[in-house]
């Protein structure tokens, strides 16, 4: 069965980065897009870009141009966003999700915690 | 972007219809093509696929949710409402980059 894992939660200072993790299980990783989706508290959802696999093409929300950065490993069939000079808007959790124009699996989420 | 308006809240009561409407600032079809995808997202949870591409029910998902529309207007229903169903919906467009979303309408009991 199709699974998405994600790593844990993390507790970040302001402008700092941090690399966040999915590990996709249970289908042909590099056959279908890998999309991330961001949701503040309370909030609703937010599309930030997806990565190809199969050849690493990309793209993004202009809104997360220079935020966000996807890269993924066919090896170990692992998606990555990187989240850099971080902020309290940041604060919020990032879902994986796999699909091409819809998302027909997600991961269960990581909570990044923007805070000095 | 394409802005999708939802309306914030719903209240039902349980074996009744529900009907949550979706509202695109402009089309999200391309031919008969209707690039429009419904989530359902529980407390703490991860969203579900429910519906894609308007009207097509997502694998696994109870015959009583259905969707429908096309171009600018689109509608979930649920039908009977049961006490599960009580969640956050949200719709999707996949028409124009970015993918957008709705602010969500949140389904709750009279």
């Known amino acids: 069965q199709v699974q998405l894992q994600q790593s844990g939660a993390e507790l970040v200072k302001p402008g700092s980065s941090v690399k966040i993790s999915c590990k996709a299980s249970g289908y042909t990783f590099t056959s279908y897009d890998m999309h991330w989706i961001k949701q503040q508290p309370g909030n609703g959802l937010e599309w930030i870009g997806w990565i190809y696999p199969g050849n690493g093409n990309t793209k993004y929300n202009q809104k997360f141009n220079g935020k966000a950065t996807l890269t993924a490993d066919k090896s170990s069939s692992t998606a990555y966003m990187q989240l850099s000079s971080l902020t309290s808007e940041d604060s919020a959790v990032y879902f994986c999700?796999?699909?091409?124009?819809?998302?027909?699996?997600w991961g269960q989420g990581v909570m990044v915690t923007v805070s000095s | 972007d394409i802005v999708l308006t939802q309306s914030p809240v719903l209240a039902v009561s349980l074996g009744q219809r529900a009907t949550i409407s979706c509202r695109a600032s402009?089309?999200?079809?391309?031919?008969?093509?209707?690039?429009m995808h419904w989530y359902q997202q529980k407390p703490g949870q991860q969203p579900k696929l429910l519906i894609y591409?308007?009207?097509n029910l997502a694998s696994g998902i109870p015959a009583r949710f259905s969707g429908s529309g096309s171009g600018t207007d689109f509608t979930l229903t649920i039908d009977p409402v049961q006490a599960d169903d009580i969640a956050a919906y949200y719709c999707?467009?996949?028409?124009?980059?970015?993918?957008?979303f709705g602010a969500g309408t949140k389904l709750e009991l009279k």
């Open positions: 402009q089309s999200v079809s391309i031919s008969s093509i209707n690039l």
């Open positions: 999700a796999r699909g091409a124009a819809h998302f027909d699996y």
């Open positions: 591409r308007a009207s």
């Open positions: 999707q467009q996949s028409r124009e980059s970015p993918n957008t």
